[in-house]
């Protein structure tokens, strides 16, 4: 693998902030000097990775990931790490005289002929729409307000019943039963055919914008079903894709908020009344794979699904799925049963805007749906709605909705607000947000005066040349290994600082790990010289009594007298040392 030489390494990395890379991929919120997001590398629910300005590291204090700027490209993209270099670079602005290695069995190369059929095929789609065969298409997209910066921007095509597409990609050499198992084309009686004819064609891209599917749309009064969309295949995977996920990405971030409805016709619909920072299900139920896009896009997320009982079931399940990560969306419920594509066309922009402000809270919307479930002429319902009420209030933390809602409840019902009290086991009261650390594991002092004398090699050339001159070795052979390395560093920089450090350890993420552990630990930073000698001390008297332990074992084990008499003599030699 070709090397980035680390000076110049050292030159991308001067150029970046952490914290502006880390958001180009994550949503941040700031917290005193530090900044924090949802750690991507566990099954995160409260924000738990720390950012550094000051040091230009990140760190998770749940699941212990850390690194610097390059680490978190090179494991959030999966990438190396000359890769990873390199993609910083460009953010800097930096022309890398070195190309990035090629991934011979990267994912991306094995699907790639498939990638190449859709984006084929999406061109030809694209280029029929604007030739004389697209007039009738384009005429019934305007008449639904979708105009041609629209049909550019969402990359709208039109298939026709030429069979073309089918006959284009095997003259390109693509081969007949990949073009059918990647859903372009069937095959019936011998004969392979085009999937889509005679539609308005959406492409579908996933999260890195590749194309790997279609939904195609009648539009000249044909009898067929409404949409025809592509089957899932090796490269399509509804349940993994959110539709607009690409565009939607900065949009989303810098409005510190996401929207998700159902159809692609709803995010296009909105978009064409400036509306950008949305991405669709297409009709799918949330999977654990969506929240894991969603939650890179926004903590604050707003479920608008179609109006009708369908979607208010979709909403709940959604609801569901995104409370189980740590987000509380809110809710947005369109009258007269529409889905926002048909809701903007007929009740118009302002009307939407005014619901996207008052989006329900999904206590709000809990109780909207019970409260719509129930007769209040019927006690026994009057009394499951309070109790089913008073069991989503438990979960609540904020003591003034608390409140507010017993005595709506207490208005709706006609029963006592003691009474509505006394079925809550739990009344809130503010609870200030906490992440903790992970418990450390109780260790001997000897590896405590190994960690430590580590702490302050990161810290100062006083204790780097103690350690270069008084100690043997340190037990812990990572903790050996990043003493070597930070003699070489020094050696070669005459200098040592960790931020620099971690990237003259590249990819070594165990290693970067243990220092930056170790760096976290709650030290003095002022060196003194006479506890650093202590350490030392400790260190060696650590060493000695695993030499003594280890000559005992072997005099145990040894049943030839000669030998056993020579091991004596050594454990007595040891014994001297140990008394001194």
């Known amino acids: 693998m070709e090397k980035i030489p680390y000076d110049q ?54 699941c212990g990931a850390s690194g610097n700027v390059f680490n978190f490209v090179m494991n959030y993209e999966k990438i190396s790490f000359v890769e990873a270099v390199a993609k ?63 049909i550019k921007e969402f990359e709208i095509g039109l298939s026709l019943n030429d069979n073309n597409v089918t006959k284009l990609l095997k003259n390109k050499g693509f081969n007949e039963d990949d073009l059918i198992d990647i859903g372009i084309c069937g095959k019936k009686d011998d004969f392979v055919y085009d999937v889509f004819r005679n539609r308005i064609m959406f492409p579908i891209h996933d999260s890195d914008n590749k194309v790997v599917g279609f939904s195609g749309r009648i539009y000249n009064g044909e009898s067929e079903s409404k949409y025809v969309n592509s089957k899932e295949s090796v490269i399509f995977k509804k349940g993994k894709i959110l539709y607009n996920y690409s565009r939607a990405l900065n949009e989303a971030r810098e409005k510190k908020q996401i929207i998700i409805v159902e159809g692609f016709m709803d995010v296009i619909r909105l978009y064409t009344i400036g509306i950008k920072n949305v991405v669709a299900t297409m009709g799918t139920a949330i999977t654990k794979e969506h929240t894991d896009l969603i939650r890179r896009l926004s903590k604050n997320v707003i479920l608008c699904f179609d109006g009708d009982s369908a979607g208010q079931k979709a909403t709940i399940s959604a609801l569901q799925m995104l409370e189980n990560i740590g987000l509380e969306p809110k809710i947005i419920r369109l009258e007269d049963g529409l889905d926002p594509d048909d809701y903007i066309i007929k009740k118009g922009k302002e009307k939407f805007q005014n619901h996207l402000i008052n989006a329900m809270s999904s206590l709000q919307f809990k109780l909207y749906v019970n409260k719509e479930h129930t007769d209040f002429n019927d006690y026994k319902q009057i009394s499951n709605y309070i ?116 990237l003259f350890l590249e990819d070594n993420d165990v290693l970067i790990n243990e220092v930056l552990r170790i760096d976290s630990f709650d030290l003095p930073d002022e060196v003194d010289v006479n506890v650093i000698k202590d350490y030392v001390k400790t260190i060696d008297e650590g060493i000695l009594n695993s030499e003594i332990k280890k000559i005992k074992e072997q005099i145990s084990a040894e049943s030839d007298v000669a030998k056993k008499v020579i091991l004596l003599e050594k454990l007595a030699t040891l014994k001297k040392k140990e008394c001194k």
């Open 9 to 62: 390494i050292i030159n991308i990395q001067r150029k970046v902030n952490i914290v502006d890379v880390i958001s180009g991929y994550l949503p941040i919120e700031q917290r005193g000097k530090n900044y924090f997001a949802i750690c991507p590398f566990h099954d995160d629910h409260n924000p738990s990775m720390s950012i550094s300005p000051e040091k230009q590291i990140y760190t998770c204090f749940v």
């Open 88 to 150: 910083v670079a460009s953010i800097a602005g930096i022309n890398l005289s070195i190309k990035a290695p090629h991934k011979s069995r990267n994912k991306d190369d094995t699907y790639s002929k498939f990638y190449g059929m859709y984006e084929l095929a999406n061109k030809y789609y694209q280029n029929n729409i604007k030739t004389l065969y697209g007039k009738t298409a384009i005429s019934y997209l305007k008449k639904r307000n979708i105009d041609e910066s629209v």
């Open 387 to 502: 109790n089913s009420v008073a069991k989503e209030l438990e979960k609540i933390d904020d003591k003034v909705v608390y409140e507010l809602t017993i005595k709506n409840l207490s208005k709706e019902t006609g029963v006592d607000i003691d009474t509505i009290n006394s079925l809550l086991k739990n009344i809130p009261k503010k609870k200030p947000e906490l992440i903790t650390k992970p418990l450390r594991v109780k260790k001997s002092k000897y590896e405590m005066a190994e960690e430590y004398l580590i702490y302050y090699m990161l810290r100062s050339k006083e204790a780097i040349l103690q350690y270069q001159n008084d100690v043997a070795y340190l037990t812990n052979k990572n903790l050996a290994m990043i003493a070597i390395k930070i003699l070489d560093f020094y050696e070669k920089k005459g200098y040592i600082n960790i931020t620099d450090f971690t």
